[in-house]
T-cell receptor, first 114, second 113 residues
């Protein structure tokens, strides 16, 4: 079984400050990790994904995440946030071939303070 | 536009009724997934179809059913609706087999009154 824990339900950050959104996962098999963003009244958009290889993954809109197998974490970071980054962010895990369903965390609401 | 089309965008219906939600996947994608997003349950996987066949089942109620047609579009049927079924229903599609992440549609917001 797989599970994802997003440790912070809400994160307020001042504009142009750095941010880290935390995600821990649990899985008994190989994992594939994802971050999605949901803007108000919209669907989910893929920010980045870790499938294999380099543990530092770069995504869209200046976001990056680091896969840490020993700590079972996949934290999302951005060095300088903008007002337009205000959204809900979801971490998700997939089990791989034959088990492609995504198991999502409960989400982190990122609020940018001007 | 993600390329995944869901209709209708909004649906208001009464308890006990039946509704059908429709999803057209991105061109060339063979897999379709349905998810439910609600305030108390979060994002829950319902069901996956791959090239017309059911591939995986999640927390889908017996009152709910789905199918994928030969043209690869999918429909999610919700019957005997209850107030608790009010949620955002997302469809997503992916190119085939493999954990490469999906493309989500913009969702159908169902309100049961």
């Amino acid at each position: 079984a797989q599970s994802v824990t997003q440790l912070d339900s809400q994160v307020p950050v001042f504009e142009e400050a750095p941010v880290e959104l935390r995600c821990n996962y649990s899985s008994s098999v190989s994992v594939y990790l994802f971050w999605y963003v949901q803007y108000p009244n919209q669907g989910l958009q893929l920010l980045l994904k870790y499938l294999s290889g380099s543990t530092l993954v770069k995504g869209i809109n200046g976001f990056e995440a680091e896969f840490n197998k020993s700590q079972t974490s996949f934290h999302l970071r951005k060095p300088s946030v903008h007002i337009s980054d205000t959204a809900e962010y979801f971490c998700a895990v997939s089990g791989g071939f034959g088990n492609e369903k995504l198991t999502f965390g409960t989400g982190t609401r990122l609020t940018i303070i001007p | 536009d993600s390329g995944v089309t869901q209709t209708p965008k909004h649906l208001i219906t009464a308890t006990g009724q039946r509704v059908t939600l429709r999803c057209s996947p991105r061109s060339g994608d063979l897999s379709v997934y349905w998810y439910q997003q609600s305030l108390d349950q979060g994002l829950q996987f319902l069901i996956q179809y791959y090239n017309g066949e059911e591939r995986a089942k999640g927390n889908i109620l017996e009152r709910f059913s789905a199918q994928q047609f030969p043209d690869l579009h999918s429909e999610l049927n919700l019957s005997s609706l209850e107030l608790g079924d009010s949620a955002l229903y997302f469809c997503a599609s992916s190119g085939g087999q493999g954990p490469y992440g999906y493309t989500f549609g913009s969702g159908t917001r169902l309100t049961v009154v």
